[in-house]
Nanobody, 121 residues
Framework: QVQLVESGGGLVQPGGSLTLSCVASGNFFSINAMGWYRQAPGKQRDLVATISNGGDTVYANSVKGRFTITRDNTKNTVYLQMNSLKPEDTAIYYC???????????????WGKGTLVTVSS
């Protein structure tokens, strides 16, 4: 139905930068919100950032001023630019999209399989 392919994860030094990408494909006409969530070892999956189809953004307090979420609707792609990375940013990062579904009367949510970001010296 809908597939999300994430890329850009890897190992980065503290203070470094990394950009994650997520490309959505499949059977949909449009995408509402797109976002990134993360799950650190032993913790819950938490919101990192979201962006509406109109470009409105929401960030977790822990990443404000360091991360930037953007989207390219022509490519069905959402990006997460991560700067000034800290060891506590280490987590599996999951792409998320919200797709309207008129047939069932509510949007559907899809998740990527995750990409690991490790911030360490």
């Amino acid at each position: 139905q809908v597939q999300l392919v994430e890329s850009g994860g890897g190992l980065v030094q503290p203070g470094g930068s990394l950009t994650l990408s997520c490309v959505a494909s499949g059977n949909f006409f449009s995408i509402n919100a797109m976002g990134w969530y993360r799950q650190a070892p032993g913790k819950q999956r938490d919101l990192v950032a979201t962006i509406s189809n109109g470009g409105d953004t929401v960030y977790a307090n822990s990443v404000k001023g360091r991360f930037t979420i953007t989207r390219d609707n022509t490519k069905n792609t959402v990006y997460l630019q991560m700067n000034s990375l800290k060891p506590e940013d280490t987590a599996i990062y999951y792409c998320n999209i919200n797709v309207p579904n008129a047939l069932i009367g509510r949007p559907m949510v899809y998740w990527g399989k995750g990409t690991l970001v490790t911030v360490s010296s």
